[in-house]
C-alpha cells in the first residue's frame, strides 16, 4: 500500500491534508509531538522508518512577526528541515509537497508574480522559506511546491477567526488596506495537492514550483468588511457592523516584519498542469464561516 508521510498533521493545512489524501494511501499523519523536525536526525529517522512513496511537508514556522527575533528557530524550519526531507525523498525516490509563501516577494510589482519572477523577500520569515524552497531544489528529489496566500480554515489560528472574534467583542475596527491578494482556505489547498499528487504518482504532471491560491483579489479591509457581513447573514451575534471597520493604510498599523504589499499570485501554470477551475476565494469564506457559526 501507498504510505504518504505528513508533517505538521495537527495546523490548520495538515488537518485538511488528513482528509484528502486518504483516497491515495496509507497516511502516517505526524505532528510536533511524534516527530520535531528541528531535529535533523529523528527527521531522517521518521522518513526511513516510513519508507513513503510521498513525504507531504505542512509543518512551517509560521509567526512571521516573532521571526524577526527568532531568526535560527525559522531558518531550522523553514529552510533546513525541507531541505532534510528532500534528501531523504531523493534517497528513496520519493515525492515531497511543500508550501511556501507569497511572502517571497517585495510587493512591488504591479501585477500577480509569477513562478518565474525574481523573489525579494522582506522579512526573516519571508527568506527563510526562499531558502527552503531552494533547498529542496538543490536536492534533486521529485517534488510539488505550493507558493500561497493568505491562509485560512475553519481549524487552527487564522485572519478570519480573528475577524470573527474581535466582531463580538468590539463595535469598530481599524484594518489595513493598501495590501492585496487572495485568501486562501486550507480546505482548497489540501484538495488540489491530492489531485497533484495523484498526477505525479502517474507521471502526470511535471515537478517543481507552482503557485496556488484562490482566485480573484481583495484588501486585508475587504476580507474583514466581507467575514463581518456574511456572519451576520448567517445568524452570528456580532457587535461590530461591515460599515464601522475603518481602513487604514500599512504605516498607521506598523509591524516588526514588513508584508509585501502586493500579494497577488498568477495561478495560470497549476491550472493548465492540472486542468482545473480555482474558486473566487469568497466561495470558501463563506464555507469555512457557516462551518464556525452553525448552531
Request: aromatic content about 8%.
Amino acid at each position: 500500500m501507498t504510505t504518504i508521510l505528513l508533517f505538521g498533521a495537527d495546523g490548520q493545512l495538515g488537518w485538511e491534508l488528513q482528509r484528502a489524501l486518504a483516497p491515495l494511501g496509507s497516511v502516517q499523519a505526524l505532528s510536533r509531538s511524534d516527530v520535531d523536525i528541528a531535529e535533523p536526525e529523528a527527521l531522517r529517522a521518521a522518513i526511513r522508518a516510513a519508507m513513503p512513496r510521498a513525504i507531504v511537508n505542512a509543518a512551517a514556522y509560521t509567526a512571521v512577526d516573532k521571526a524577526e527575533a527568532d531568526a535560527a528557530a525559522a531558518q531550522t524550519v523553514n529552510a533546513l528541515a525541507p531541505g532534510v526531507m528532500a534528501e531523504e525523498a531523493k534517497a528513496q525516490g520519493a515525492w515531497l509537497v511543500h508550501y511556501s509563501t507569497d511572502y517571497v516577494f517585495d510587493g512591488t510589482k504591479l501585477g500577480p508574480y509569477a513562478e518565474t519572477d525574481q523573489t525579494r523577500p522582506l522579512s526573516v520569515y519571508g527568506r527563510s522559506k526562499r531558502e527552503g524552497e531552494l533547498a529542496i531544489a538543490a536536492a534533486g528529489a521529485s517534488h510539488l511546491i505550493f507558493r500561497t496566500s493568505w491562509v485560512f480554515g475553519p481549524h487552527g489560528g487564522n485572519f478570519l477567526k480573528t475577524i470573527l472574534r474581535l466582531a463580538r467583542e468590539r463595535e469598530e475596527l481599524a484594518v489595513i488596506d493598501d495590501k492585496i491578494g487572495a485568501p486562501t482556505s486550507s480546505e482548497l489547498l489540501a484538495d488540489v495537492t491530492a489531485h497533484a499528487l495523484a498526477a505525479a504518482f502517474g507521471t502526470r504532471i511535471d515537478g517543481g514550483l507552482y503557485h496556488l491560491c484562490a482566485a480573484g483579489e481583495t484588501s486585508w479591509h475587504g476580507y474583514a468588511s466581507f467575514v463581518v457581513d456574511v456572519a451576520r447573514k448567517l445568524g452570528a451575534e456580532l457587535k461590530l457592523a461591515p460599515e464601522r471597520i475603518n481602513p487604514i493604510p500599512t504605516e498607521q498599523y506598523p509591524l516588526p516584519a514588513p508584508r509585501p504589499r502586493n500579494s497577488r499570485l498568477d495561478c495560470g501554470r497549476i491550472r493548465r498542469a492540472l486542468d482545473l477551475d480555482l474558486p473566487d476565494w469568497r466561495w470558501h469564506v463563506r464555507r469555512s464561516l457557516a462551518e464556525l457559526i452553525r448552531p
